[in-house]
């Protein structure tokens, strides 16, 4: 439609009666939806103002936490596990079977976490037989620590010290890891070990191969000797410096301990057991020398003596280096007594025996304390 003709004048409708008169005598009011008549070419009224309400508040946002409502009715089974869901995802949908959740009500189903972790290995229940032996060698350990201290404090003595039983380990082993001419020295020297205070010297002629003690040993000494045991046997044989006499020395390396060295020296000291002749030590005749014909018959004076410090027993037995046989032999502290008039006695032998007994003997102890104090 054009413009003219929105703005031509609008026919006027049919005439429209009256409103009857009100019983009160008032106009009454138009029909309802009629509206009241205008002027030609007029332009409608407009409608009157339509009251206006106050504005409704703007929402207040609010955070109360919702409570959650235990579902009613009889507890479903968890769904079966289909497949796994991500780390943190929670699973909303309800279960099979549940009732139907009331209004308003809300759900929260825990988190089913999917991580896993590696399975830990099963420990064994320990046996309380094991449990009581570990205590047991706990007890004992701790026993012997304690003793060990206690025996250092009461003898004065730290355990880096060097006590009785390194020398008898030391003493026990010194045959084969000390050299011959330490243990048998080839010249020995005897200032005033002669009849008289006279000095004498010694030369070894001849060293035994090591071996046992039935070698060395009569069968009575030997038997005398076995509450210690022997371990080894040593000997050597030397002459005098005139070469008119001859001495065997020996070394008797036991496995008894001190108590037992104690107690065999005690007993040879009680019962006189080294003049016994029955108990006299044999010789080591060395061929090709001037002890070739020293043997059993020639022994003329002889000595034993147990050692306590140093599992030993030292033994020497002496004779004519001629070769002639001596009828009665004495022990060397009888034929070194003043006043004895035998023959082994005014040959000197006992002084013989003596004396280089003792000079092995001294070379022994002095060897196993330089072993024993030995810096490492």
Not at 94 to 118: D, N
Not at 250 to 275: H, I, N, P, Y
């Amino acid at each position: 439609m054009s413009t003219e003709a929105q703005r031509a004048p609008v026919p006027p409708g049919p005439a429209v009666p009256p409103p009857a008169p009100s019983p009160t005598g008032a106009p009454s009011a138009p029909p309802a939806g009629d509206l009241p008549p205008q002027a030609p070419g007029t332009r409608p009224a407009d409608p009157p103002p339509r009251a206006t309400l106050p504005a409704d508040p703007p929402p207040v946002e609010t955070t109360a936490r919702l409570r959650v409502v235990p579902p009613t009715g009889p507890a479903a089974p968890p769904p079966p596990a289909t497949r796994r869901r991500p780390v943190g995802a929670v699973d909303l949908t309800p279960r099979p079977g549940a009732a139907p959740a009331p209004p308003g009500a809300y759900y929260a189903y825990a988190e089913t976490p999917v991580e896993t972790t590696t399975r830990l290995r099963p420990v064994k229940t320990r046996h309380p037989a094991r449990t009581a032996a570990a205590a047991a060698c706990v007890v004992l350990g701790l026993g012997l620590i304690g003793g060990a201290v206690t025996g250092s404090w009461l003898t004065g003595r730290s355990a880096a010290e060097p006590g009785d039983d390194d020398a008898y380990t030391v003493g026990r082993s010194v045959w084969h890891s000390v050299p011959v001419d330490t243990l048998f020295p080839r010249t020995l020297k005897g200032d005033g070990a002669g009849p008289g205070a006279t000095d004498r010297t010694w030369t070894r002629l001849a060293v035994a191969p090591d071996s046992g003690c039935a070698a060395g040993l009569d069968p009575l000494l030997l038997k005398t000797l076995r509450p210690v045991g022997c371990a080894r046997m040593v000997r050597a044989t030397y002459t005098d410096a005139t070469s008119s006499s001859v001495t065997t020395v020996g070394l008797v390396l036991t496995e008894g301990d001190a108590a037992k060295m104690s107690a065999l020296s005690t007993r040879f000291t009680d019962q006189r057991l080294d003049a016994r002749a029955d108990l006299m030590p044999r010789t080591y005749p060395a061929e090709g020398t001037v002890a070739a014909g020293f043997g059993d018959g020639q022994r003329a004076s002889w000595t034993v003596h147990v050692l306590t410090e140093v599992p030993a027993v030292v033994f020497a037995v002496s004779g004519f280096a001629d070769g002639r046989p001596v009828a009665e032999p004495q022990p060397a502290a009888a034929a070194m007594a003043a006043g004895a008039t035998t023959t082994p006695a005014l040959a000197g032998l006992g002084h013989e025996a003596k004396g280089v007994a003792d000079r092995v003997e001294r070379t022994l102890r002095r060897t196993v304390t330089d072993l024993v104090e030995k810096p490492e």
